[in-house]
């Protein structure tokens, strides 16, 4: 088999964000506390996101996208799944060249992903040079993780179907 051939039912769990930016850091720490649980499941570090993403879905069935958001929630901390790709119009990923929404929309138009499912979690404001993450956040991020654990469940029970 070669490097570029396409292996089904692989799934990908990105992180995206800066760790040294306190809050934004968020999506990165959802994804590392699911690193190597499950068989069958990558974890990548996306960085900041933006057009860098699109390599990142090549040849994996299904993507969840964990990312910090500003705008999104009502509330620090709170937590929204999109299984269509976010609208380019959310306030999101301002430090992004473009949105996890875009990246998501270009990479399913090239064929490299089937499915994709983004969580974004509320971080209110991002500070440059921190690694404080507020405690809202940090409950954002087992929230996510929740919600991470419940769609690969989901998944695994269609696979298992005859």
């Known amino acids: 088999m070669g490097k570029n051939t396409v292996r089904k039912n692989r799934i990908c769990i990105i ?11 968020a999506g990165i720490l959802a994804m590392h506390l699911l690193e190597g649980r499950f068989a069958g499941v990558d974890t990548i570090d996306g960085g900041a996101g933006g057009f860098g993403l699109i390599p990142l879905m ?33 306030p999101t990923c301002a430090l992004h060249d473009i949105g996890v929404g875009e990246a998501v929309a270009i990479a399913r138009e090239l064929g490299y992903v089937t499915e994709v499912v983004t969580i974004g979690i509320e ?13 809202a ?26």
């Open 123 to 135: 971080v209110g404001e991002i500070r440059a040079f921190s690694r404080e993450i507020d405690p």
């Open 58 to 90: 090549e040849g994996y069935e299904r993507v969840i996208i964990v990312d910090a958001m500003v705008g999104v929630g009502d509330h620090v901390g709170d937590v929204l799944v999109f299984e269509a790709p976010p609208s380019p119009d959310l």
């Open 15 to 25: 992180g995206c964000g800066n760790p040294l930016m306190g809050n934004d850091g």
């Open 137 to 162: 956040v940090e409950e954002g991020i087992r929230t996510a993780q929740g919600h991470i654990l419940r769609i690969l469940g989901e998944w695994a029970g269609e696979k298992s179907e005859p």
